[in-house]
């Protein structure tokens, strides 16, 4: 059975950083595209950065300068720096891999809807920024 777990999230000032972490079992991160996404306070799912196979990294503008991903193969863990926080940040956060339909990837708006276009999909860690 393939599982994404996540872990990092909690609660922090406005400023501050954290760090998110995904470890995946049964599955090899760099097989394939890896996501974070988040989902704010209202149902628009926004994708905050991707690392695809080859190590090319993507970030939303909202995070760019702000926020970094890495992937680690010998942990088979990815990780989502977050520093300078802001209120905005304040979101679930789901780490995603593997695209199974490339076209609802591009269409949908809610996390419901995106993570049905993954192979497989993080349980969300809440990051709550407090101004």
């Known amino acids: 059975e393939v599982q994404l777990v996540e872990s990092g999230g909690g609660s922090v000032q406005a400023g501050g950083s954290l760090r998110l972490s995904c470890q995946a079992s049964?599955?090899?991160?760099?097989?394939?595209?890896t996501a974070w996404y988040r989902q704010g306070p209202g149902d628009e799912c926004e994708l905050v950065s991707t690392i695809n196979g080859n190590g090319t990294i993507t970030y939303a503008d909202s995070v760019k300068g702000r926020f970094t991903s890495s992937r680690d193969g010998a942990k088979n863990t990815v990780h989502l720096q977050m520093k300078t926080l802001k209120p905005d940040d304040t979101a679930v956060y789901y780490c995603?891999?593997?695209?199974?339909?490339?076209?609802?990837?591009?269409?949908?708006?809610?996390?419901?809807?995106?993570?049905?276009?993954?192979?497989?999909w993080g349980q969300g860690a809440q990051v709550t920024v407090l101004s």
């Open positions: 049964g599955f090899t991160f760099g097989d394939s595209i």
């Open positions: 995603a891999a593997d695209i199974v339909n490339i076209v609802t990837v591009v269409s949908a708006t809610t996390c419901r809807d995106v993570k049905s276009a993954y192979g497989y």
